[in-house]
């Protein structure tokens, strides 16, 4: 048997930058964090011959392209498993469709877990250009690179996306002081909605392919938001960057009609007069996660709790992708 757990991520700037529409066109520029809540996968060979698949439904069936499952249907297809007798489970510590990358985290965790089955070893940037091979170029999703990248390297990541399709990684580079002040004073917590970002990306990726220039803009200033948010983070300036998180937000609502609502823009504003410098949803918008940066977190903490919104603590991964057994 062989386990596989990958990272789920927070956006700490550049956020949508990594979509290929804007990228090959204009290069991409975010700064992404992985966390210590996971996607698992188990592979392992079954007795009997054929592709048992466990995960929110079951599946037996006997070729891999009678799986319904559109990734790891594709997953099985790339490595060639002409006549597979394999067992693959998955398991998640947060729930997919709430804004933290669980579909990039997904897909690296199973095709890590399919070349540790396989005994064949994979690099982070491999493991990632596979992930993207598989969402962006054969399924069609209209999906960044974000999350496959910072699943398979881990860490607090700066990723620097090229219009020739390379992509550069550097960490980035905090003290220690910097690193535990954000591990204390950003807040994760549950707004109750879930979503699929597809419908917001969708509307990204068309108008950005049709040159709309309030797309276009809006992006190239989020992207310079990241940029200033590395120099302020490198430079300690926890709280400058805290406010840049609120410029962001200001700047992404405008994208899509459908990046917030009125109880998202309600506990927002609870969050800034209570205790946060500021914030932003996590992912692409709708629903999912409300990321605060607290000037104080414990008021914060209470009046988030008394307002139904659940906190999800966390610390920082710095392993990405890997395998926990094999």
């Known amino acids: ?84 007798q394999v067992e693959i489970t998955t398991l998640a510590d947060i729930p997919s469709g709430t804004g933290l990358g669980s579909s990039g985290s997904f897909t690296t965790a199973l095709l890590k877990a399919l070349y540790a089955h396989e005994r064949r070893l994979l690099h982070p940037a491999d493991l990632a250009r596979l992930a993207c091979t598989i969402e962006i170029d054969r399924l069609k999703e209209p999906v960044g690179k ?27 580079q905090l003290s220690t002081d910097t690193l535990f002040d954000l591990e204390d004073n950003l807040l994760l917590f549950f707004t109750g909605f879930s979503r699929s970002a597809g419908s917001i990306l969708l509307d990204q990726d068309v108008r950005t392919r049709q040159s709309d ?37 200001l700047s992404k609502k405008k994208r899509s009609s459908g990046m917030s609502n009125a109880h998202i823009n309600e506990w927002y504003e609870l969050g800034r007069e209570n205790g946060a410098v500021g914030g932003k949803l996590v992912g692409a918008g709708g629903g999912g996660f409300l990321l605060f940066y607290a000037e104080d977190r414990v008021r914060l903490r209470r009046t988030m709790s008394r307002a139904g919104l659940e906190e999800v603590r966390f610390r920082f991964d710095f392993e990405g992708t890997k395998v926990i057994l094999g």
């Open 1 to 84: 048997m062989i386990i596989t757990r990958s990272p789920l991520r927070i956006t700490l700037g550049g956020g949508g930058t990594d979509l290929p529409s804007y990228y090959r066109q204009h290069g991409g520029f975010l700064i992404s964090a992985a966390i210590d809540k996971y996607v698992f996968v188990t592979v392992m060979r079954p007795f009997t011959p054929g592709i048992f698949l466990k995960y929110s439904k079951l599946e037996h069936v006997n070729r891999t392209e009678e799986v319904l499952h559109p990734i790891i249907r594709e997953a099985l297809q790339l490595m060639d498993f002409k006549s597979p």
């Open 146 to 172: 974000q999350d496959q990248y910072i699943a398979a390297y881990g860490g607090i990541t700066c990723f620097t996306f090229q219009p020739d399709e390379t992509v550069d990684a550097m960490p980035l």
């Open 213 to 249: 220039e309030d797309m276009l803009q809006n992006l190239h200033y989020v992207k310079d938001l990241g940029i200033r948010s590395k120099k302020a983070l490198e430079d300690g300036k926890t709280a400058l960057f805290g406010e840049l998180m609120h410029e962001h937000w």
